[in-house]
Nanobody, 124 residues
Framework: QVQLVESGGGLVQTGASLRLSCVAL????????MGWFRQAPGKEREFAAG????????LYSDSVKGRFTISRDNTKNTVYLQMNNLTPEDTAVYYC?????????????????WGQGTQVTISS
């Protein structure tokens, strides 16, 4: 079983950038496709980005496409989410998740393992 630990969240102003990291403990990261999800206050969790086991395929929601970039370094057992041009609408708790598929999906129910989340807050 894999344990996921996110970091990199914080409070920044509109237009700023943040890079989130998610380290996988206990299992080799390349076993999993990975996803980043987010949940804003009072809203349901939503998919943001996904990446295949070796990084050849990426998937983005329309709300983050062109601003966020997901990547991974399997040698470091880490997946990243580079977030640029942030707006207050990006304020949420961000979670990384793992699924034992070759390619990522946007369905949270298909991810078996989840991190504890990291808070991202964007001020206007």
């Amino acid at each position: 079983q894999v344990q996921l630990v996110e970091s990199g969240g914080g409070l920044v102003q509109t237009g700023a950038s943040l890079r989130l990291s998610c380290v996988a403990l206990g299992r080799t990261l390349s076993t999993y496709s990975m996803g980043w999800f987010r949940q804003a206050p009072g809203k349901e969790r939503e998919f943001a980005a996904g990446i295949s086991r070796y990084g050849f395929t990426t998937l983005y929601s329309d709300s983050v496409k062109g601003r966020f970039t997901i990547s991974r370094d399997n040698t470091k057992n880490t997946v990243y989410l580079q977030m640029n041009n942030l707006t207050p609408e990006d304020t949420a708790v961000y979670y990384c998740a793992a699924q034992q598929r070759g390619t990522p999906t946007s369905m949270g129910a298909e991810y078996a393992y989840w991190g504890q989340g990291t808070q991202v807050t964007i001020s206007s």
